[in-house]
């Protein structure tokens, strides 16, 4: 078995503030409004990969809910996909519901970090940008902010290094347990399915981890600087296209 782990935004999924080459489908609507978008190679060439043994897991920042407004994916999706890691891969969605055994191993990793991601969202209570503030118990907060970069420098200055990481990716300003990264979700779904082999993909620097524990992995070209692999693939938007066309042509 080969195990295809995938982040989505921007990377097999794309904002509608995104101009797409090509025709694209729907995938995602939000509050009655279209979101985002796949192209129409890609749902086309990825539910194709399972006929070569290559199985397609979604692994997410987005939470559940998040996650299931995205109907272009899931077992009755346009990509049909049994399993998915939401949450940056602490929860593991089976046929659309948390596998209790994973999210216990989840709570005993990361339990001790989880009081200083609390911590952080407390601070980021304190900013101007207070009411875009989320806290996703007990793995991560995120926040909003037009301001970004400087946030996380703010927060990251406040922030016990050994216990939290606090990133951004695009205007939005991450605090996450240590001990949950990409990377270690998707070593784990490794040996939870039994896969011989790994395969990645993401867009940016939360991807990172996840991108380096691969046996082969496709990044965006604007992070490949920060990868370091010698099983990397850099491409160009849209992401999912070239990844599917590597996929497919082998």
């Given at each position: 078995m080969i195990l295809f782990c995938s982040d989505l935004d921007n990377t097999l999924i794309y904002s509608h503030r995104r101009e797409m080459p090509g025709e694209k489908i729907l995938a995602e609507y939000l509050d009655g409004r279209e979101q985002s978008y796949i192209s129409r190679f890609s749902a086309e060439r990825l539910p194709r990969l399972a006929e070569r043994g290559i199985f397609l897991v979604p692994l997410t920042t987005r939470t559940r809910q998040q996650y299931e407004r995205i109907f272009a994916f899931g077992r009755e999706g346009i990509v049909p996909c049994r399993y998915a890691l939401v949450c940056n891969g602490a929860v593991l969605l089976k046929d659309g519901e948390p596998d209790e055994k994973w999210l216990a191993e989840s709570m005993a990793v990361a339990g001790r970090e989880f009081p200083e991601?609390?911590?952080?969202?407390?601070?980021?209570?304190?900013?101007?940008?207070?009411?875009?503030?989320?806290?996703?118990?007990?793995?991560?907060?995120?926040?909003?902010?037009?301001?970004?970069?400087?946030?996380?420098?703010?927060?990251?200055?406040?922030?016990?290094?050994?216990?939290?990481?606090?990133?951004?990716?695009?205007?939005k300003v991450y605090c996450m347990a240590?001990?949950?990264?990409?990377?270690?979700?998707?070593?784990?779904?490794?040996?939870?399915l039994g896969a011989e082999m790994l395969i990645t993909a993401g867009d940016s620097e939360l991807d990172v981890p996840m991108l380096e524990a691969a046996d082969r992995c496709f990044c965006a070209e604007e992070i490949a600087h920060l990868v370091h692999s010698a099983n990397v693939t850099a491409l160009p938007h849209p992401l999912s296209d070239g990844i599917c066309r590597a996929l497919s042509d082998e």
């Open positions: 991601v609390r911590r952080i969202y407390g601070k980021m209570l304190e900013t101007p940008e207070r009411d875009h503030a989320k806290l996703i118990e007990p793995f991560m907060a995120y926040m909003l902010s037009e301001r970004a970069a400087a946030l996380t420098d703010e927060l990251t200055a406040e922030a016990d290094g050994s216990l939290v990481t606090v990133c951004t990716h695009s205007r240590k001990s949950l990264t990409k990377g270690v979700a998707v070593e784990r779904l490794k040996r939870y």
